[in-house]
């Protein structure tokens, strides 16, 4: 049986604006029940689960919940968001990662709030600068109208999620004044765990290296064998070269980084999938541009002797893990 069920609703990094970072987790056993799952990142929310909605029996399977008898597609994704959505958990405060949440937080009610959970740094940052009264009305709890609840979370510290799932944030370095954050999500029944990062520079280039941090934590799991899954960004192409990453990884730096976890694990293959987030669709459409940086992964991992099982995240796939 698998410990988690995950549906990406959005994988990419821009620029085009769709399919932007969200993903859907839960428990993988038992049915939909009410607060069962939790979101990362929401740079789509309602219209992504619309659109795996429109896909012929997308529920069947159970990655979605059914759609009542008396409910359409459109009624039935709200009732994801406001009735089994337990809290949306934000990596930073980057538009891609939460442009989804401020269009659909006018559709929310105070009656049942959603919950808001990152970094004290993320949090700030988008009452800050995005639910100001200014840029986007003030929903949140803090001297707003209360649709949105804040939850601070303090770092390297497990809280629980919901009935099924706990999770633990890391801070990790994107960027010389952004502050991102990788979680460590937790199945409360069988002891497994998934990584997720949220846009994340290598620590050869950071000016505060933290990453090796959250490898430490993910090489005992491994060993453990209890580490299922590793979502982890790789922005740009081979080719990109030396121009300039804003904080982000091409394929040489993710190997790298994943070279790092091996040598920590002690053996030179990764034993669990490592899915592949945040694909910026630049110079191709998302599907050759997805393609191109798996073919860079492949290459460079053969020659540095490193076995990975890489997948691409892209809209709509749906994972036993």
Known sequence: ??????????????????????????????????????????????????????????SDDGFLPPIAADRSVHEASWDVLEHYVSAIYLTHPHFDHIAGLVINSAGLSNLRPMRLAGLTSTLHALRSHVFNDVVWPNLTDDAGCGTLLLDHLAAAVEQPANDGLAVEPFPVSHGHNTESTAYLIRDCRSGNHMLVWGDVEPDTVARTPRNITVWRRAADLLLRHSLVAVLVECSYPHTHGAAPLFGHMSPQHLIDELQTLATLVGRPHIDCPVVITHVKERCQPGEAARQTIKSDLEALAKQQGLTCNFLMAHPGMCLNL
């Open 1 to 58: 049986m698998s410990s988690f069920r995950l549906v990406v609703l959005g994988a990419a990094g821009g620029p085009v604006d769709r399919h932007t970072s969200a993903y859907l987790i839960r428990a993988g056993h038992g049915p939909w029940t009410r607060d069962c799952a939790l979101a990362i990142d929401a740079g789509t929310l309602v219209s992504g689960i619309k659109d795996l909605y429109s896909q012929p029996n997308a």
